[in-house]
C-alpha cells in the first residue's frame, strides 16, 4: 500500500463529532485497528468543540489521516484559544478528564502542535509487526 493522505474541514457543532468518526471509518476501512482511531478521532473532535474557539458558532475543526502501511496518524486541528490541552492527574473522584489520557495509553504516540492560533492534537497508530516467515 501506498501512502495517501486526506482532510476534511467539520464544523464546531456536537453533530460533527459522528461525521468525524465515520470519516474515520470509511478511509481507515480495513485497518487493523479501526476502532481505536475511531474512538481517538471522537475524542479529539470533542476536546476540540469542548474547549478551543472552533466550538463557537460557525467554528470548524479539521481532521487528517496519513496512512502508510503499517502506521496511521490522526490529527485534529482547532480554531486555538488560551486553554492548552493537557493530561489531568488521575482522580477517580473527578468526572471529566479522561479523553486525553486515554488517547494517550492507547495510541503509540500523541502530542500537541501549535499555538493559541490553532492547535493540532495528534496521535498515531503503528500496527505491531508480523511474525516474519522464514524458510530453513
Ligand atoms: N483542543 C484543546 N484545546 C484547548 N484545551 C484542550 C484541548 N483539548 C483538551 N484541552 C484541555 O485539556 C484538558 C484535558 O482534556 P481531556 O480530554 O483529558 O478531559 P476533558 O475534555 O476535560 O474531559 P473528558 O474526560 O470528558 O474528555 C481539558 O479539560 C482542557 O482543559
Ligand atoms: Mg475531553
Avoid at 479529539?44 to 470548524?60: D, E, K, P, V, Y
Wanted: charge should be positive; proline fraction near 5%; charged fraction near 25%.
Amino acid at each position: 500500500m501506498s501512502a495517501w493522505c486526506i482532510s476534511r474541514s467539520f464544523l464546531g457543532s456536537t453533530v460533527s463529532i459522528t461525521e468525524a468518526r465515520r470519516f474515520v471509518t470509511t478511509f481507515l476501512k480495513g485497518w487493523p485497528d479501526v476502532e481505536t482511531a475511531e474512538l481517538i478521532v471522537s475524542e479529539l473532535a470533542t476536546n476540540a468543540i469542548r474547549h478551543s474557539a472552533s466550538g463557537r458558532f460557525g467554528g470548524r475543526f479539521h481532521v487528517t489521516i496519513r496512512a502508510e502501511r503499517r502506521r496511521v496518524w490522526i490529527g485534529v486541528l482547532d480554531e486555538g484559544g488560551p486553554g492548552r490541552p493537557q493530561i489531568f492527574p488521575e482522580y477517580p473522584e473527578l468526572e471529566g478528564g479522561r479523553g486525553l489520557r486515554i488517547v494517550s495509553e492507547m495510541a503509540t504516540d500523541w502530542g500537541v502542535l501549535g499555538d493559541h492560533r490553532g492547535r493540532t492534537v495528534w496521535a498515531s497508530l503503528h500496527e505491531a509487526p508480523q511474525p516474519q516467515r522464514r524458510d530453513c
